[in-house]
């Protein structure tokens, strides 16, 4: 069955998607503490797909104890339920449209979680998701499915802008 797939976030689950939006990322603002309490820089950031392990998400910042919120657009390719799939390691909520389709906002390790919602063709959506990690292996991946394939598209076919 063809799938309009778009990883967001570690290697573990597929390869890097196809982008097709003009432009193709969304905005990272990465601070210290685990609740966005210091902001120490903004990035655009083409896919959310890190696996930091005991390394610094960004210059400044912490190697544990940090927190990222990314922001933007999506744009259905079809209409149908969609599926938002995210693998983190510690906490991680996300919000389509306003509404809210992931909630784990706690310690985990390799915590799995997802969740769904309906979306239109051709509409796009608001985008947020919020993350945290709290001591070293800071990883997330998301990743988005549509059971309803476009017609005459691409496997991977998705657009962020």
Known sequence: MRIALFILATAMFLTAPILTAQQPSLLG???????????VTSRMDREINFNWENRRPAAGMDVSYFS???TGKLLAPASGKYT???RVDDGIRVWVG????????A??????????????????Y??????????FEGEIQLRWAGTTPPRNSQKNN???N
Do not use: C
């Open 68 to 70: 990222i919120r990314w």
């Open 84 to 86: 938002f799939s995210a």
């Open 126 to 135: 608001d985008l947020k998701v919020e993350y945290f990690n709290d001591m």
């Open 158 to 160: 998705a657009n962020w």
């Open 107 to 124: 310690l985990h390790d390799e915590g799995r979680f997802s969740g769904t919602i309906d979306l239109k063709a051709n509409q796009y």
């Open 98 to 105: 306003g509404q809210k389709v992931i909630d784990a906002w």
């Open 29 to 39: 603002e990465y601070y210290n503490g685990t609740n966005f309490q210091t902001k």
